[in-house]
Structure formats: structure tokens, C-alpha cells
């Protein structure tokens, strides 16, 4: 018996990101002041939307896997970044696939060689699909999907861009 209180263990896969659901990007043309870091995001979108249309798609940013290897943070512990597009099925209740652009973030893992990194990586994208299934069983897909629509009918009732919904 480990000295550490087993429900006391940290989180040993720690996974965050933003969505956007692709049915609510209803424009094709960014912002006229958008940002060039904006711009950028518009742009992926985008392809995004050419690549996997946008009935059942996700798109996700900002996204962050970390996982921990042994119970100090200071040794054993990967971050990777990850942005793209997870699929689910046509009711919405389960991921089916992910289209990831998957890097490594950071690391304090001395024995991570580069077939392990690459491993790793493979397992951000089954990670994010569990992850992502999750986050559809706590509704939280749904309050998405509310928030951005109310937030397209508030630009389309003031005529003109309030925010992309990010």
C-alpha cells in the first residue's frame, strides 16, 4: 500500500481544450479587424469545415493533454498540445474520430525517446476522444451549442460581427 491516500491520487490524464462546434460558424468571411492571430484561427477553421463539413464536427484550440508517470510532477510528466477536429455520430452521444495536429509541450520525463513521444501522441488523440465523450455526457456540448447560438443571433440583430464564439 502506496503511503499516499489512493483517494487523494491526482488526476494521471489531464485534458483541456475550447469547442467549437462547427455548425455555428455560419460565415465564411472572418472579421474585417480581425487580429492576425485570429485571422490564423479563422483559417484552420475553415479548412476544417472544407475537410470534414460541419454536421456532427468539432473544432478544438487551446487544447492541453498531461500525463503524469509517476507521482511527482517534477519528474515523469508530458504536455502536449494538440488543435483540430473530433467527429461523433449523428445523434451527437459519441465521439467516432478526431483529426489532431498533436505536439509535444513540455516534459520533465528523461527516458521519453522519440518512439515513446510519438506513442505518447497517438495516445493524446484516444485520450481526447474519451475526453471528449465525456464532456457530451455532462452536457456541456450542448450549453456550447446554446451559448453560440444565442451569440449568432445577437450579431445577426445588430447586422455585423460581435465575436466569433471562441
Known sequence: M??????????????????????????NDPPLD????????????QAAIAKH???????????RCE???TNRPQVGWLAFAFEGC?????EDCKTVACDLDVRL???????????IVRWFAESVRRSVMVEFDLYIEAGD??????????????????????????
Not at 53 to 63: A, D, P, Q
Open 34 to 45: 480581425a487580429s492576425p492571430g485570429f485571422l490564423a484561427l479563422w483559417n484552420r477553421v
Open 53 to 63: 463539413g460541419r454536421h456532427n464536427t468539432y473544432y478544438l484550440h487551446n487544447g
Open 2 to 27: 502506496s503511503p499516499q491516500d489512493k483517494s487523494a491520487s491526482p488526476t494521471r490524464v489531464a485534458i483541456t481544450f475550447d469547442c467549437v462546434p462547427l455548425r455555428t460558424v455560419t460565415r
Open 67 to 69: 500525463y503524469h508517470l
Open 86 to 90: 473530433v467527429m461523433t455520430d449523428p
Open 141 to 166: 456540448l450542448e450549453r456550447t451549442v446554446q451559448r453560440l447560438q444565442q451569440l449568432e443571433a445577437e450579431t445577426q440583430a445588430k447586422g455585423g460581427y460581435v465575436g466569433f464564439g471562441l
Open 105 to 115: 509541450a513540455g516534459d520533465t520525463c528523461e527516458w521519453a525517446t522519440e518512439p
